[in-house]
């Protein structure tokens, strides 16, 4: 085999030739110059006079430096440590190995095909790239191999011109492979340390997140959040239900800018700072408020976007406020999506900005979607495209919440490798008829105050409940609430007043409002005091009670009941 035809195609080689042609021909004299041309290949005229000097003084000529194609290459080849195959024809006959190569898989047969003599190369699935290398004539480069015995290598592969009389069958392929067990080792330690810090940021993103989500009387839930990419850096996308009390819902959905721990971190701060403000009955663009100077304290370099609902069911309607966050679709039960998309604030944790709530029909019927723009952006669609694409996936979508929460995920093309973080909130006002509807019932009176308004509060809660077949014992209590809540209002409210008795299949709501903003509050009443025990009374025999601000103005004073098992 002649080692010297396909030594030139040796890294560097082709350029240190190159280099030495250019050498050769600066070193030329001009045409028609009377030095012979043998000599001026030889030496320029200086050299000649300093090689004359030389002899004159007696000192010998320094011989040459020996070129790369006067270097003995099987020898070369032998010496180096990285691993080095050369094969020919069709079959990739082993024509040599280096002594390395020999060191790390032994000794291996000349002239029998590569099946035979390489196993080690079969085993990596090399051999159907010494075939593309003939074909192509193109050289092929295979990153961190392990072979047989644990080390890892990275081989190139390179096509080899071979003299037709020492290879008949055609040409030849040199393998060359450098060992890279090292970096492999490394990269293998690095990419169970990312893992890790990944599978931590999620158990942490998710023990942030509800763990089971609260179940309203009138409505129907279900969420999914799925983490993006395989990352390390999970981002901060969040939700959640809160039952407000009254037969009320708060929904809540939002995403803190940035990925990684601290991105999940002040996600679980904000979540449970909307938890703390909901509490407090708030309309949704005073919760926001509170939010965004919260999360100016927590970080000032931290944005988030949050989109907070409240569903109350007498209403019929989602009364919502958005800071920075993509709008709330809702399909009704004709099939028609609507967008909540005004008013729109900025997110949260800019300041300064004073936020406003907005309403949407939500009927019995309808579907809502909250959800975080993991589910709608792309890098190769405008976002009005994807949140398009969703409302009519929407329009499509039948069964239970999370059905439709699957359907919407699938429908987005969400893949393992999805490099965004996806929350999904989906909930339902269900349609109730027959006997699921005798479970569901509403009843008021309005009240003009006067001397004859709580007997007439009385007789009209007494009469309902007792249309309701409540037991004795509930029938009494309810009664009694009743009374109370009304005798309060009449005494420190102002008209209009309503009285307002809400059955669900697992609770009794009462219920008054009246035209005063002030909120009542539990207190110790004195023996010798002749007021104050109202409030103290019904958070007694209740097992909730509460009060709220009304959007036209007034208050809200509310107690529920909790109904027996069999009722």
Known sequence: MNFTRWSALLPGTQRRAQARTDSSSNALPPEGSSVPAARAERRTAKEADEAADAADTGEAETPPDPTVDELPVREVLDRIPA????????????????????????????????????????????????????????PRTVLSRKVPG?????????????????????????IFAADVTDQAEVADRLRVREGEQRETAVTLQRSLLPQKLEEPDDLRVAAVYHPGGTEAAVGGDWYDVITLGGGRTALVIGDVMGRGVRAAAVMGQLRTAVRAYARLDLPPHEVLQLLDGLATEIDANQIATCAYAVHDPNEGRLVYASAGHLPILVRDDSGTVLRAEEPIGPPLGT?????????????????????????????????DEGIAALEEALAGATGTPQVICDRLVRSAGMTADHDDDVAVLVLQHPSRTGSDGELFRNAALELLGGVEAAPRARAFASGVLTSWRFPTDLHDLGVLAASELVANSLQHGTPPMRLRLRRTDRRLIVEVTDGDDHLPRRRRAEPADEAGRGIAIVATIASNWGSRRTPGGGKSVWCEFALPRAT
Request: glycine letters at 12%.
């Open 351 to 383: 300041g300064g900005w004073m936020h406003a709530s907005g309403s949407i029909p939500l009927g019995p019927g309808s579907t809502a979607v909250l959800y975080t723009d993991g589910l709608v952006e792309r890098r190769d669609k405008d976002l």
């Open 150 to 174: 644990g080390r890892s290598y990275t081989f190139t592969c390179t096509p080899v011109p071979l003299d037709v009389s020492a290879s008949p069958e055609g040409g030849g392929v040199l």
């Open 83 to 138: 691993l080095v195959a050369l094969v020919h024809g069709p079959e990739h006959r082993l024509a040599y190995v280096n002594d390395a190569y020999v060191e790390a898989f032994g000794a291996r047969p000349v002239g029998e095909p590569a099946r035979e003599a390489l196993p080690e190369l079969e085993e990596i699935g090399l051999l159907s790239l010494l075939d593309q290398v003939l074909r192509s004539s193109k």
